[in-house]
């Protein structure tokens, strides 16, 4: 069965500093690739997905997440974060043409000081 | 406009109790799911429906869990005999289709049971 790890579970920054939060998996074919947040009192939203194709994704509020197939690893990155980045982040993994559901990690709450 | 619909927002109740837990898709959303967040855990799936049937029930953790899903629309989780281990945020998603390529998950607020 299919496993994510997030190694971060809090990261406190200062804005303007650059992100960048850990996302392994563990599966040995081919998978979906996912990012999930959720602010403060907000329900989970999807944040950026990878299926195929170029494994530099970019999503919404300027976030982007490469996949690294040989390192199992698909990191969130973003060069300069606000207060409003603020939130819990979710990496999850679905298997292709296995199933339908993700399989998230422990999540990472970010803290964003003004 | 109207996103996923989730009943009660939060539960308590005693150890041993039964509790039903609600869930009102995105309307004519055909896929369904049931998550759980428990204490310093992950989401963790518990069950998917495509319309009324529910192809994988794989994460349902015990025979005390049970779901079902009427009119392709509302579903309904299940606990029977509570047990304190059951305290969790309880999520359910829902997306046009079963199919993850074009259609992402859309969440609810979820569910805060907490077991006497």
């Known amino acids: 069965a299919q496993s994510v790890s997030q190694h971060n ?12 939060l850990g996302c392994n998996y563990s599966y040995g074919g081919t998978v979906n690739l996912f990012w999930y947040v959720q602010y403060p009192g907000q329900h989970l939203q999807l944040l950026l997905k990878y299926f195929s194709g170029d494994p530099l994704v970019k999503g919404i509020k300027g976030f982007e997440a490469e996949f ?38 422990t999540g990472t709450r970010l803290t964003i000081i003004p | 406009g109207a996103g996923v619909s989730q009943s009660p927002s939060n539960k308590v109740t005693e150890k041993g109790k039964d509790v039903e837990l609600r869930c009102d898709p995105i309307s004519g959303h055909t896929a ?3 998550y ?18 529910a192809p994988d029930k794989s994460g349902l953790p015990s025979d005390r ?4 899903r009427t009119g392709g629309s509302v579903s ?11 305290s969790a945020v309880y999520l359910c998603a829902s997306s046009l289709s079963g199919s993850l390529s074009n259609q992402p998950q859309h969440f609810g607020d979820g569910t805060r049971l907490s077991i006497l």
């Open chain 1, 68 to 105: 690294i197939k040989s390192k199992f690893s698909f990191n969130l990155r973003k060069p300069s974060v606000q207060w409003s980045d603020t939130a819990e982040y979710f990496c999850a993994v679905n298997v292709q043409f296995g199933n339908e559901k993700l399989t998230f990690g």
């Open chain 2, 36 to 53: 759980r967040q428990s204490l310093g855990q992950g989401l963790e799936f518990l069950i998917y429906f495509q319309g009324n049937s």
């Open chain 2, 65 to 68: 869990f049970s779901a079902e």
């Open chain 2, 32 to 34: 369904l799911y049931w």
């Open chain 1, 9 to 20: 579970h809090h990261v406190i920054l200062s804005e303007a500093a650059s992100l960048e």
């Open chain 2, 76 to 86: 309904t989780l299940t606990i029977q005999r509570t047990q304190q281990e059951d």
